[in-house]
């Protein structure tokens, strides 16, 4: 869970830092994609992988982090910044409910 919890509050600040960065700055949509949007799509690749079966039975035994899909998912569902910028609704799979606030 510590390593779960640090990955949100990575992501927000990385969130933040990319907001202050790019304000006032002329972003514009890509790919089909607004630029918060492709903010979350790069925090999520950074998570891509092809594991076989057996590599995430020892990783669940051995490695503090949640599997990478798990990763991924909690953290963003966790944010509300990704629920606005794919326009979310309550209720869908990727908005909690009570979502865990870090700070």
Not at 60 to 78: C, K, L, Q, T
């Amino acid at each position: 869970m510590g390593e779960d919890i640090a990955d949100l509050g990575g992501s927000l600040l990385a969130y933040l830092a990319w907001r202050e960065a790019t304000q006032g700055k002329d972003l514009r949509p890509s790919d089909g994609l607004r630029p918060e949007q492709r903010f979350f799509v790069g925090v999520a690749q950074a998570s891509c992988s092809n594991e076989r079966d057996e590599d995430k039975r020892l990783l669940a035994i051995a490695d503090p982090h949640s599997p990478p899909e798990y990763r991924v998912n909690g953290v963003m569902s966790n944010m509300p910044e990704f629920a606005t910028a794919f326009s979310c609704k309550p209720g869908q799979p990727m908005v909690r409910a009570k979502a865990c606030k870090i700070w």
